[in-house]
């Protein structure tokens, strides 16, 4: 629960993992609100990947994933918003990934979703543009596995940037752990990615009261996957 929650109305729900109690901070947050603690070690818990996850809803439609790093308590989420034909077969989710991830750049590429040999769209084009394709070798070519050793490999397989050390992540160590597991389900098929501040997925999704139950069928992961990359200074073919 961040500073920003100060300005939600006290119909606003807090949720909590028992971790923040151990040490509390910033308990106004809390006052005159309804705020349910949850357990990652009991009843509703089960493992998501490597993620430790709470079944909110007790329903499989919601699950809340234990993601150290950051900052204390914080967590990631998991919504299901398609189902499929029997035993989870052809369901989609999106990963609710938060401050886990603070730049496309820190987990893509990745071996789970490599840089393909040709993007489409372009990541320096409008989304609706005709056509709009490049070579992924454009980008490759600014990696920094490129630049350093000349590792193609690695330029397709690995992300373009590494977390400094100083970044504003509370424990650097938990938080590189969240990233990688956030990094498997980035490159799943069928789980749409989603983090706290992708400004380049506003021209793309839809706004509440709409809803991105739709995605897939929207084709939103892959028209998103590297719209993170649009800045970088390429030659256009």
Not at 102 to 110: D, E, I, N, T, V
Not at 138 to 143: M, R, S
Not at 164 to 187: N, S
Request: hydrophobic share 35%; charged share 20%.
């Amino acid at each position: 629960m961040g500073y920003s929650q100060r300005t939600f109305p006290p119909s606003f729900l807090a949720i909590i993992t028992g971790t923040m109690w151990a040490t509390p901070r910033n308990l106004d947050l809390y006052e005159g609100r309804e705020t349910t603690e949850i357990h990652f070690d009991g009843e509703h818990s089960l493992k998501i990947g490597n993620f430790k996850a709470y079944d909110y809803f007790h329903d499989g439609s919601f699950y809340l994933l234990d993601a150290p790093g950051h900052t204390q308590g914080h967590l990631c989420a998991l919504a299901r918003t398609t189902l499929g034909t029997g035993e989870g077969g052809g369901d989609t989710f999106v990963m609710l990934a938060g401050d886990s991830v603070h730049h496309g750049a820190l987990f893509r590429p990745s071996k789970y979703y490599p840089l393909p040999d040709t993007i489409c769209p372009a990541p320096y084009d409008e989304l609706d543009a005709i056509q709009s394709r490049c070579p992924g070798a454009l980008y490759a070519a600014l990696h920094r596995a490129s630049q350093e050793r000349g590792d193609q490999e690695k330029a397709r397989t690995t992300s373009m940037c590494t977390v400094p050390q100083d970044a504003a992540d509370e424990d650097h160590q938990a938080a590189a752990h969240t990233l990688d597991e956030v990094t498997w389900f980035d490159g799943v098929a069928n789980i749409f990615t989603v983090t706290a501040h992708d400004f380049t997925l506003l021209p793309l999704i839809d706004f509440f009261p709409k809803t991105i139950n739709s995605w897939q069928e929207n084709d939103w992961k892959t028209k998103a996957h590297w719209r993170f990359l649009g800045p970088l200074q390429v030659k256009k073919s």
